[in-house]
């Protein structure tokens, strides 16, 4: 079996990402401010946000709807790359084990045909970004110059509030029409972004489903806070991938918190960020990217003992060591949420 290798830019370790989270409360970055939530359902009952004229995120009769997996078929999308973070592509089913919690599962199909994204793009237009959205916006439009004709897009911008600038699409131009008309200034509302992001991903027509964050990651304004936010992403079963554009001398706090920020919702997703630190390199990340998206691993499987009891199943996804190759690094979703009666 021959393993083909695509060059990647590198990523630094993982933390653990619920320590991330209690150090953010810890730290004071954002508000504590959540509602109560068991081992059953999440109850969240955040304040409206208000994205624009046209449209507002906002609490369906005084809960927020739950996102959760329809877990009869789990599909599970994993990327596999060695230790200089090289792309690992050509591996079968055999090589393959995924855990449903402590059980071992019946692989039923693993694919890495280019299957149609839904892609939501979730750019910062905040003060921040001064001198960046130029390239940055280049960068989206090169990659979506990538995408298939059944895939389909929106675009979220965001400062001091998120606003979807373009509902979804499969028009490249659309897009870049609508990055065009963005003035960076303001605050930085990322979390609240994200939220609206995963809500409007609930219309997208695409099994695959994958939010792209174009930002610094310096939160400073949201309504939404980490808990808040870190609930439904684990529900949502949508990977979240980050292009980090990231200064050499973070000026604030939340600056300085950025890089983990985006690192903590890309890990637990399956999702991986591209740090970048010179606008020069944004393309090559932006085609890194590009190709990895297009040459995911999709891993298929009925749960042995699933249960319809609304609780979070943890996945685990492991490699059967291969000779020759040293060793291999699994990016994947970290779980799901079973259905609930």
């Not at 939530?37 to 046209?54: C, F, K, L, M, Q």
């Not at 373009?166 to 609240?192: C, K, M, N, Y």
């Not at 949502?236 to 890089?259: C, H, K, L, S, V």
Request: contains cysteine; glycine residues 6%; aromatic residues 8%.
């Amino acid at each position: 079996m021959a393993n083909a290798l695509i060059p990647t830019v590198s990523r630094h370790p993982l933390r653990s990402a619920q320590l991330l989270i209690g150090a953010f409360l810890l730290a004071g970055v954002f508000p504590l401010c959540f509602g109560q939530a068991n081992g059953t359902d999440v109850h969240i009952t955040p304040r409206s946000i208000r994205t624009s004229a046209r449209r507002e995120v906002q609490p369906r009769n005084g809960v927020t709807e739950r996102f959760n997996s329809h877990a009869s078929l789990v599909l599970v999308p994993v990327t596999v790359t060695d230790k200089k973070d090289h792309l690992v592509i050509g591996l079968e089913r055999d090589n393959f084990s995924v855990f449903d919690g402590q059980e071992r599962q019946v692989i039923r199909n693993l694919s890495n045909e280019d299957a149609p994204i839904s892609l939501g793009i979730i750019f910062d237009t905040s003060s921040s970004m001064y001198g960046k959205i130029e390239r940055s916006s280049q960068a989206v439009v090169q990659f979506l110059r990538t995408a298939n004709p059944s895939d389909e897009f929106f675009l979220i911008g965001f400062a001091d509030r998120p606003e979807l600038l373009v509902d979804f699409t499969s028009s490249a131009e659309d897009i870049q029409d609508g990055i065009s008309r963005v003035t960076p200034e303001g605050r930085t509302a990322l979390l609240d972004a994200v939220y609206l992001g995963l809500d409007t991903m609930r219309r997208a027509r695409n099994e695959r489903k994958v939010l792209l964050i174009v930002s610094d990651g310096g939160e400073n304004h949201s309504r939404y806070n980490i808990k808040d936010v870190w609930s439904v992403v684990e529900e949502a079963g949508i990977q979240i991938y980050t292009m980090g554009i990231f200064d050499e001398a973070p000026r604030t706090n939340a600056e300085r918190w950025g890089p983990d920020l985006l690192r903590a919702l890309s890990n637990v997703t399956g999702g991986r960020v591209f740090p970048i630190h010179s606008l020069k390199k944004i393309g090559a990340a932006t085609s890194e990217l590009a190709i990895e998206l297009r040459n995911q691993y999709v891993i298929a499987y009925r749960p042995s003992d699933l249960v319809n009891d609304g609780r979070w199943h943890r996945i685990s996804v492991r490699l059967t060591p291969l000779q020759n190759i040293p060793r291999l690094r699994v990016y994947a979703k970290r779980g799901y949420y079973a259905p609930a009666e």
